[in-house]
C-alpha cells in the first residue's frame, strides 16, 4: 500500500493524543473514552469495532471534528485539529441524497459549494462515479437507485473532495448481506486505489478483518482498548484460503 504522497511528504497521518470524553447522564458523567492514544500511519486502514455504546461513533465524529474532546488532542500530518476539515470525509450509514439532485449533481455538489466551477466539479465527480461503478447512472435520480448503489454514489461523493483520510461510521450497516459482500470488495480496491487513510466504525468482525490493518476493540465498561493486527496478505481473496482458515479460528 502506497501512502498519499505530496512530494515526498506522506498525508493521512493520525495521532490521538490522550483522548478523553464523558457525556452528562442522569446527572452523572458518562466516560466514554478514556486517555486514548494511538498513531495511525498514512495510507493505514484500521477498524473500530467493540459493543453497542462503547464510543465508535463519539470517537469518529472527534476523530471528524464534529465532536470536541474534554481533553486530548487529533494530530494529523503533526497538526493539531479543531472542528472539521477538507483532508477529512465522512461517509455514514445512510448517503442522504439530495433527491432534486442527479446522480452527477450529487457528487460534484460538494467541490460547487467549495466555489470549484461546475464544469470542472462535473469532471471530477465523473472520475469517482467511474470509479465506483456507476457511469451509466449519472443521470439518474436518488429514488432510481438501490441502497448498494445509493451508498457507492455516497462514496463516490465523499472521495470527489479528495480527502486523505476516510472515516466511515457503519457504511453497510443498512444493506443486505449480498450487497454488503460486493461494497466489501468494493471499498477494498477504492482503498488501495485512492491511497486514502481509512477508519471504520463496523460491528461487523468480519468486515474488520476483511478491510483493515489493525482492529480497535473498545469496550463499554471501561476495560483499556485493544488494538489487533491483522495478519494477513492483501488483496484478500474471500473464497481464498485465508479468509476461509481465519473464519475457522
Ligand atoms: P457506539 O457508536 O459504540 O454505539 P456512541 O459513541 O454512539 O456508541 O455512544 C457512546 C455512549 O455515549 C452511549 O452510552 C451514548 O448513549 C452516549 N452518548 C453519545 N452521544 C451522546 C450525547 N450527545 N449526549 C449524551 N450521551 C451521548
Redesign the pocket.
Known amino acids: 500500500m502506497t501512502p498519499q504522497a505530496t512530494g515526498d511528504t506522506l498525508r493521512g497521518a493520525v495521532s490521538l493524543r490522550h483522548l478523553s470524553k464523558a ?3 442522569n446527572g452523572q458523567p ?1 466516560p ?1 473514552l478514556r486517555n486514548l492514544s494511538l498513531d495511525i500511519r498514512a495510507g493505514e486502514s484500521l477498524a473500530i469495532v ?10 469518529l ?1 472527534m476523530l471528524a471534528g464534529l465532536e470536541a474532546a474534554d481533553s486530548g488532542q487529533v494530530v494529523i500530518d503533526g497538526r493539531p485539529v479543531a472542528g472539521v476539515g477538507t483532508e477529512r470525509a465522512v461517509i455514514y450509514q445512510e448517503p442522504r441524497l439530495l433527491p432534486w439532485l442527479t446522480v452527477l449533481e450529487n457528487v460534484a455538489f460538494g467541490l460547487e459549494v467549495r466555489g470549484i466551477a461546475r464544469s470542472v466539479a462535473q469532471d471530477r465527480a465523473r472520475r469517482h462515479i467511474r470509479l465506483v461503478g456507476l457511469s451509466d447512472f449519472e443521470n439518474a435520480w436518488p429514488r432510481q437507485l438501490s441502497g448498494g448503489m445509493a451508498q457507492r454514489v455516497g462514496i463516490a461523493r465523499a472521495l470527489t473532495v479528495q480527502p486523505e483520510i476516510l472515516l466511515l461510521d457503519e457504511p453497510l450497516g443498512a444493506l443486505d448481506a449480498m450487497t454488503k459482500l460486493t461494497m466489501q470488495e468494493e471499498l477494498a480496491r477504492i482503498w488501495r486505489e485512492e491511497n486514502v487513510t481509512m477508519i471504520l ?1 463496523t460491528h461487523d468482525l468480519e468486515e474488520a478483518i476483511f478491510l483493515a490493518d489493525r482492529v480497535l476493540v ?1 469496550s ?1 465498561d471501561g476495560t483499556p482498548p485493544a488494538l489487533i493486527p491483522v495478519d494477513l496478505p492483501r488483496p484478500r481473496d474471500r473464497n481464498g484460503a485465508d479468509f476461509v482458515r481465519m473464519r475457522r479460528m
Open positions: 457525556f452528562t447522564l458518562l466514554v467493540g459493543p453497542s455504546g462503547c464510543g465508535k461513533t463519539t470517537l465524529r466504525v473498545l463499554a
